[in-house]
């Protein structure tokens, strides 16, 4: 490998990097995301089982900041005690 391919590698590397580590492309475990919630790790799965809270499987189930952030604004005012029973507050 020649000095100008390293170079750009590295470039690219550097990118990446500096992409992930960007709050919008912040991954929280099912464990992060009970904290977040203030819930239990099986209600997190229940979420991503109802399919109402979006995860990706890297290793083990994660789900981005923006995906938890949308989750929050869409359901509020929502009771989500069942997440395959959806119900409006009253």
Request: aromatic share 8%; proline share 2%.
């Amino acid at each position: 490998m020649n000095n100008t391919t390293r170079f750009h590698n590295e470039n690219n590397c550097t990118s990446v990097q500096e992409s992930i580590q960007t709050t919008s492309n912040v991954l929280y475990t099912v464990k992060e995301v009970a904290q977040l919630l203030k819930t239990n790790i099986d209600y997190v799965h229940k979420l991503r089982k109802s399919r109402l809270l979006p995860f990706l499987k890297i290793g083990q189930y994660k789900v981005r900041k923006q995906s938890l952030e949308l989750f929050l604004e869409q359901y509020e005012g929502n009771d989500l005690t069942d997440p395959f029973n959806v119900k409006e507050l009253n």
